[in-house]
């Protein structure tokens, strides 16, 4: 899926997609996802400094659970071509993200 949003990159000014990603700036590893208004979810577990994107026109939702048997987690709505980082995780959508120090 990567190697597709790269080439989407490549096409935005012409079809009108960007790439919205999630990056895990904590220190412990968590299951993110990114869930573009318009395509397919894509979930996986990031390292700290690993890095989650997909393809999207109109932005998605970036969020974050403890681990894959959570419940629970975090996100935030994200506009196209915009990203953002988790800089902390906490339960119950307390989590720190950078954009929160903008």
Same mark, same amino acid.
């Given at each position: +899926?990567? @190697? ?13 997609? /960007?790439?919205? $990603? ?6 412990? *590893?968590? &299951?993110? /996802?990114?869930?573009?208004?318009? !395509?397919?979810? &894509?979930?996986?577990?990031?390292? =700290?400094?690993? @890095?989650?994107?997909? =393809?999207?026109?109109? !932005? ?7 681990? #894959? ?5 975090? *996100? @935030?709505?994200?506009? =196209? ?5 988790? +800089?902390?995780? #906490?339960?119950?959508?307390? $989590? ?7």
């Amino acid at each position: +899926m990567i @190697r597709i949003g790269v080439i989407l990159l490549l096409l935005a000014p012409a079809t009108g997609w /960007a790439e919205s $990603c999630v990056t895990n700036s904590s220190d412990h *590893s968590h &299951l993110f /996802a990114v869930s573009p208004s318009q !395509g397919d979810r &894509l979930m996986q577990t990031l390292a =700290p400094g690993e @890095r989650l994107c997909s =393809p999207t026109r109109n !932005g998605a939702i970036l969020s974050v659970f403890e681990n #894959a048997d959570a419940f629970e987690g975090c *996100s @935030r709505l994200v506009g =196209p071509d915009q990203s953002d980082r988790l +800089m902390a995780y #906490a339960e119950f959508d307390r $989590c720190h993200w950078a954009s929160h120090d903008r």
